[in-house]
Nanobody, 115 residues
Framework: QVQLVESGGGLVQAGGSLRLSCAASGFAFSYWYIKWYRQAPGKERE????????????SYADSVKGRFTISRDNDKNTAYLQMNSLKPEDTATYYC????????WGQGSQVTVSS
């Protein structure tokens, strides 16, 4: 069974940091890219970052570039999103995603940034 489980969200003040984790199981993790998306109330889900085994390896939305870093540990079947210099505009539910098997989503982790 394919599963993606996010953790690490919470409440943080503006300028602070959080690290989200996405623990994967049920598929060959190292062969597939992982993406992070986020969705705030009343807004569409938007791309945040991704990482893969090929090409430039990582990409980021302009809104988070220079502040967020995506990484993965294939030995642990886990992807991470390090979020620094957080802003209130970053408040959202964050989801990890893989395109394996037509696409699987985690259930999300809430990040709230106070001003």
């Amino acid at each position: 069974q394919v599963q993606l489980v996010e953790s690490g969200g919470g409440l943080v003040q503006a300028g602070g940091s959080l690290r989200l984790s996405c623990a994967a199981s049920g598929f060959a993790f190292s062969y597939w890219y992982i993406k992070w998306y986020r969705q705030a109330p009343g807004k569409e889900r938007e791309f945040v970052a991704d990482i893969s085994w090929s090409g430039s390896r990582t990409s980021y939305a302009d809104s988070v570039k220079g502040r967020f870093t995506i990484s993965r540990d294939n030995d642990k079947n886990t992807a991470y999103l390090q979020m620094n210099s957080l802003k209130p505009e970053d408040t959202a539910t964050y989801y990890c995603y893989t395109n394996y098997g037509g696409g699987y989503w985690g259930q999300g982790s809430q990040v709230t940034v106070s001003s």
